[in-house]
């Protein structure tokens, strides 16, 4: 008995011990989830700290941080927040988001906006990637060939050699050439022509089509304004409706894309000289400056980059010379056309080089302003040798995303690129805004100003359309629309004293723009 009860102590106690190991590992299973809520918490701090941290660091990238915004400009850009807001909530609600589709099936819902009423209203400072004979209204070019009498459109389905339907061209009457026809004739015949001519002379809702050869059709466009633009008569009056839908849109300065040359043309197809030209600059930016003594206009001369080498450097020497005698009108030099038919601008360089020696050795000054970068394909990259060509601005900058030191480059060399977001959506480069690379060109502090390229063609005028669009799809704020405004006067061509004028004037407007958007918001 006494054997066994010594045997079954050691037992009794190795049960107590189990029955207190049990319970003290059933003790830490009730604790233990506590502990890991607390150091989840801790972790989920932390992340969310770090993340914080991560997205302040790529906002400080933003162009616009160092422009402090005044108190009533905060109060205009807080509702102006709280607008876009519920148009993105709305757009997200009924799948509906007006910068991912075609401009032309969004254009009537812009206009009808609140959010485009107070951007129209906005002082926007310059344009400053703007081509001459895409500036104005296709419908005032029809109503002015109406009214003049000599001034014929080739109406031939058929192409003879170089015409193309829809072609303008100025005859002496009993010298019309076979093809041509006036146009108030053709009108009078059938009023339906009206509307064939001003297919002609703009895009529509066809270019979404896949087979549409939007590139072929818009140099079409270029070819049949030509003999209008270019007729000395039309030629002034012309640049006056022009800058007149300008300053409609609060723009105070324009800086065209256009050949400076001997190119005007009188009713003996006689070639005038260039002082006819300069003179037509001259009545259209006097006649236009007494209802906006502000407007300022300069002009950075293009040729064509299909042309053979020989060709171009005739034409540099002649800009050269140009500059010399007209040094307020011309202000810059500039290579266009389609890039992915034309030659690359490497394929140049040897002329470029030449213009570098020949400004120097005429001591003048010649800045380039390269169309570069407005491309998909992969192969092409012509923005390394805009960049390393110096140029002030950049037009265009599409594909600079693919070159991430380039990007480097182009901050470090403090170059503006001139971003055309509705072009490049109309000729086929993106087709969702969202998705443009330009918003995040303006994150990491790239340089920008916002234009809009060959607006007649596009049916709108001036910049309030690719403002629009831009400051909901890149969700922009009022900062960044008086950084953009603001850009587009300093990167301009002005000379010194004319730039701190301008930017004087502008940022009256502005003062004047912000009080009232903000008593209009608050009525």
Not at 283 to 299: D, E, G, M, N, R
Not at 341 to 368: E, M, Q, V, W, Y
């Amino acid at each position: 008995m006494v054997a066994e009860a010594k045997f079954k102590w050691p037992l009794k106690l190795m049960y107590l011990l189990s029955v207190l190991f049990i319970c003290s590992l059933t003790s830490c299973k009730t604790s233990k989830p506590q502990k890991f809520k607390s150091g989840l918490t801790i972790q989920m701090n932390e992340y969310l700290d770090r993340r914080n941290e991560i997205k302040i660091l790529d906002q400080s990238l933003n162009f616009s941080n160092k422009l402090v915004l005044s108190t009533i400009e905060e109060s205009l850009d807080s509702i102006l927040g709280v607008i876009k807001s519920e148009r993105l909530a709305h757009y997200k609600e009924t799948h509906f988001f007006p910068p991912s589709r075609m401009f032309f099936q969004s254009k009537e819902h812009i206009e009808n906006d609140l959010l485009f009423a107070i951007i129209k209203d906005m002082p926007k400072g310059g344009i400053l990637h703007l081509h001459t004979m895409a500036m104005g209204s296709a419908e005032w070019v029809l109503q002015k060939a109406i009214k003049t009498p000599e001034m014929c459109i080739y109406w031939k389905e058929e192409n003879a050699g170089p015409l193309i339907k829809g072609q303008f061209k100025a005859f002496k009457k009993g010298e019309i050439e076979d093809g041509y026809i006036p146009v108030y004739q053709l009108i009078n015949d059938d009023a339906q022509n009206k509307e064939e001519i001003k297919s002609l002379l703009t895009f529509d809702s066809y270019v979404d089509q896949d087979s549409f050869d939007i590139w072929g059709n818009f140099e079409q466009i270029f070819q049949r304004m030509t003999g209008f633009m270019r007729y000395e008569p039309i030629f002034s009056e012309y640049l006056i409706h022009g800058f007149e839908l300008l300053v409609n849109d609060n723009i105070q300065h324009a800086e065209l894309r256009m050949p400076f040359a001997p190119t005007l043309y009188n009713l003996d197809n006689e070639q005038l000289p260039i002082d006819s030209f300069v003179k037509g600059l001259e009545k259209a930016v006097l006649y236009t400056k007494k209802s906006s003594p502000q407007f300022t206009a300069k002009i950075i001369h293009a040729n064509l980059r299909f042309k053979d080498n020989k060709l171009i450097w005739e034409d540099m020497k002649h800009a050269v010379n140009m500059r010399q005698r007209y040094p307020n009108w011309l202000v810059g030099y500039d290579l266009v056309a389609e890039e992915d038919n034309g030659h690359s601008t490497l394929f140049h360089l040897p002329s470029f080089l030449r213009l570098d020696s020949l400004t120097k050795a005429n001591n003048c000054i010649l800045p380039l302003y390269l169309h570069d970068g407005e491309s998909n394909w992969i192969d092409n990259d012509n923005l390394y040798d805009a960049v390393l060509l110096n140029c002030k601005r950049i037009g265009h900058g599409f594909n600079l995303f693919r070159y991430p030191n380039l990007i480097e480059e182009v901050k470090k060399n403090n170059i503006c690129i001139e971003i055309n977001p509705l072009s490049n959506q109309i000729l086929g480069y993106i087709r969702d805004l969202r998705m443009h690379p330009g918003q995040s060109y303006l994150k990491q502090g790239v340089t920008c100003i916002i234009s809009s390229d060959d607006p007649q063609i596009f049916k709108y005028q001036g910049l309030s359309y690719d403002l629009w669009s831009i400051l909901l799809a890149w969700d922009l704020n009022l900062r960044d629309l008086k950084a953009l405004s603001l850009n587009s006067l300093k990167y301009s061509a002005l000379d010194p004293a004319e730039k701190e004028q301008a930017i004087s004037r502008w940022r009256t407007d502005w003062d004047i723009f912000v009080n009232q958007s903000l008593k209009k918001l608050k009525s």
